[in-house]
């Protein structure tokens, strides 16, 4: 009767909800551990300045090509669709604020995110994954230094730092390609464009969106690693990995942004 019971898919998706729900709680654990651990590390700062700047240039460089691309397009989007019905309506005056405090509290950050996330969240845990199932991780145990502040705090701090750079500069970018695109599809002037703009963000919004960012870059970078350091099983464990690192990165953001829009502007 057993084997019976096995072989139904009632037990099948049993057993596969069970599996999901024990990985997800150990990937939860693991990560925290690795958080606090990376902290504690801190106090006597495991890395050096030159291997922190290697880091930064990785996370603000590399990555800004395609996060100003990806950023541009949607104001240009949101600009296009937007912008037409807003004039007809006699509401021009206010197409600059709109995609302005679009961009700097939602579409920046999170479009930012996504990129950073695709880009060098991807990279992150797959390097280190790779280094742990070619045993490199037990190297560096074996010569007496946590793999954990070895590793992780050079691409958590240029993580965090860097991030807010790539936000301003995107949410900017797109601010300007809003207002090409409303000059474009509505005829807008860009003085009217940018006097609204100009009224309608405030400190409170660029206060958030740099507090956003500065988190969003310590949860990509630390979630990245950390699912690095999970892999097992050679090649198959670092493409697990480093999928896992992607979906839970996507995950924690947006999840972050639904708690800074509840408590900052609800």
Request: hydrophobic share 55%; proline share 2%.
């Amino acid at each position: 009767m057993k084997i019976y019971y096995k072989a139904t898919y009632t037990y099948k998706i049993f057993r596969m909800l069970q599996s999901e729900i024990v990985s997800f709680v150990s990937t939860l654990g693991n990560i925290a551990l690795f958080g606090v651990e990376l902290i504690k590390g801190l106090k006597t700062f495991p890395t050096t300045m030159k291997e922190v700047m290697a880091q930064s240039s990785r996370f603000g460089v590399s990555s800004l090509p395609i996060t100003l691309s990806i950023v541009g397009m949607t104001s240009v989007i949101i600009a296009m669709q937007v912008a037409g019905e807003m004039v007809k309506q006699g509401a021009g005056n206010y197409v600059g604020m709109l995609v302005a405090i679009l961009m700097v509290r939602e579409e920046g950050v999170i479009m930012a995110g996504f990129a950073i996330i695709s880009m060098i969240g991807s990279s992150l845990a797959s390097e280190i994954a790779t280094m742990k199932v070619t045993e490199q991780i037990d190297a560096i145990r074996v010569l007496k230094v946590n793999p954990v502040h070895y590793l992780f705090t050079p691409r958590v701090i240029a993580g965090t730092l860097m991030m807010p750079l790539v936000v301003v500069v995107a949410s900017l970018f797109g601010i300007l390609g809003g207002a090409v695109a409303s000059n474009l599809a509505s005829g807008l002037t860009y003085k009217a464009y940018f006097d609204s703009v100009w009224f309608g963000l405030d400190m409170h919004d660029l206060k958030v969106c740099i507090l956003k960012a500065l988190s969003f870059g310590f949860v990509i970078s630390l979630i990245s690693c950390s699912c690095g350091m999970e892999a097992t099983e050679g090649a198959k464990g670092v493409g697990i990995a480093t999928t896992k690192a992607v979906v839970w990165s996507f995950v924690a953001i947006v999840i972050l942004d639904l708690i800074f829009a509840a408590v900052f502007f609800y």
